[in-house]
């Protein structure tokens, strides 16, 4: 499946710039994260949103701000962030039905924004 | 704590050859899900095979099967005749156990480059 979409691709920003990463989903799900790959590290979940409540905030420096307007829609404002973060943001999506051992719940990933910090 | 082991940093396989790329996992939850992902060159990771703690068949898709083995804690995927499109990272990740509202967090190993060779 391939119907979670990221934008922009790639970005290039300054550490005193603002920015934004967009994810859309629509395969009707209600879940929705964001990961951060870095090199040489194992993904990292940052943020999940369920029915556009923040359910978790894994240790995110405040400096990344999550916004979730509605199931559809995840976003992922960026200030003054630090050359450390330059990395492969990854946002996916899920259906969260309760039923345990449930493939239904497997995560979709979008294509992911490459940042470069400078 | 839940971790992912792949203990192959890269392989190398012949095209048309099978292959087979390990994963061991440490959980104490009693339900939970193993699932591997491929990731190219492109970045996104693409969702390939799901398989259940109570699940009593090994899972298949295609050309992919997990070699499920519960006492001994791993879920190795198996890729039968590779093709050089397979060329890939591949992740193993386990979701974690499940929270109230029904979302959850997914494990990932620190993957296996796979060359398939032509």
């Known amino acids: 499946e391939t119907g979670v979409t990221q934008t922009p691709r790639h970005l290039v920003m300054g550490m005193t710039n603002k920015k934004s990463l967009k994810c859309e989903q629509h395969?009707?799900?209600?879940?929705m994260y964001w990961y951060k790959q870095s090199a040489k590290k194992p993904l990292e979940l940052m943020f999940v949103?369920?029915?556009?409540?923040?359910?978790e905030n894994n240790s995110v420096p405040s400096r990344f701000s999550p916004e979730c307007p509605n199931s559809s829609h995840l976003f992922l404002h960026l200030h003054t962030l630090q050359p450390e973060d330059s990395a492969l943001y990854l946002c996916a999506s899920s259906r969260t039905t309760g039923a345990s051992g449930n493939r239904g719940e497997t995560q979709y990933f979008g294509p992911g924004t490459r940042l470069l910090v400078l | 704590a839940q971790k992912i082991t792949q203990t192959q940093p890269g392989m190398f396989v012949q095209e048309k050859e099978a292959v087979t790329l390990d994963c061991t996992y440490d959980t104490s939850d009693q339900s939970y899900g193993l699932f591997w992902y491929k990731q190219p060159s492109s970045g996104e990771m693409i969702f390939l095979i799901y398989?259940?703690?109570?699940?009593?068949q090994n899972a298949t898709e295609g050309r992919y099967s997990l070699n499920f083995q519960k006492a001994r804690k791993s879920a190795n995927l198996v890729i039968s005749a590779s093709q050089l499109g397979d060329s890939a990272m591949y992740f193993c990740?386990?979701?974690?156990?499940?929270?109230?509202?029904?979302?959850?967090?997914?494990?990932f190993g620190s993957g296996t480059r796979l060359l398939v060779r032509p």
């Open positions: 990740a386990m979701r974690e156990g499940r929270r109230r509202d029904s979302s959850y967090k997914l494990i």
């Open positions: 395969l009707g799900h209600n879940a």
């Open positions: 949103y369920n029915f556009k409540e923040q359910t």
């Open positions: 398989q259940g703690s109570y699940d009593e």
